[in-house]
């Protein structure tokens, strides 16, 4: 197995006992809440250093978008998507998935240009991932 499965079967492990285990959640509804977004960030920050070191990984791409659409994060979900298919435009799930964020995030639609935009930002966002402030 490779250290990026297992290091997801163990982030998946985790998520899962955290946010499925109602029985164990003794804190108030706030912190359990901040735990969760602190899991939700602690994946999306391993996909992005996923993508540093291999930028062309459209199942990366399109499991981090799932993240996003799961969270209800339907804009943010666009950019990986857009990329997605850029690389690998015959994946239907994945046009699919991009219909569905555009409706869910309220436009009614996006042209080229803006798909193709939202795409380099993303490209962006994955090399300067870890080098802001």
């Excluded at 297992?6 to 809440?33: H, K, N, Q």
Aim: glycine content about 6%; some cysteine; charged content about 25%.
């Amino acid at each position: 197995m490779s250290y990026w499965k297992g290091l997801m079967i163990a982030v998946a492990i985790d998520l899962v006992w955290i946010m499925g285990c109602p029985l164990v959640a003794t804190e108030p509804v706030d912190a359990v809440r901040v735990e969760e977004l602190n899991v939700i960030g602690n994946l999306e920050d391993s996909f992005m250093e996923h993508l540093q070191e291999q930028p062309t990984d459209v199942d990366a791409m399109a499991k981090l978008a799932d993240l996003y659409m799961r969270n209800g994060w339907h804009e943010a979900a666009i950019g990986p998507l857009a990329r997605a298919l850029q690389l690998d435009p015959s994946r239907r799930g994945l046009w699919s998935a991009l219909d569905t964020a555009i409706e869910k995030s309220g436009r009614a639609q996006m042209t080229d240009t803006q798909l193709t935009e939202k795409a380099a930002r993303f490209v962006e966002a994955v090399e300067m991932r870890g080098h802001g402030c």
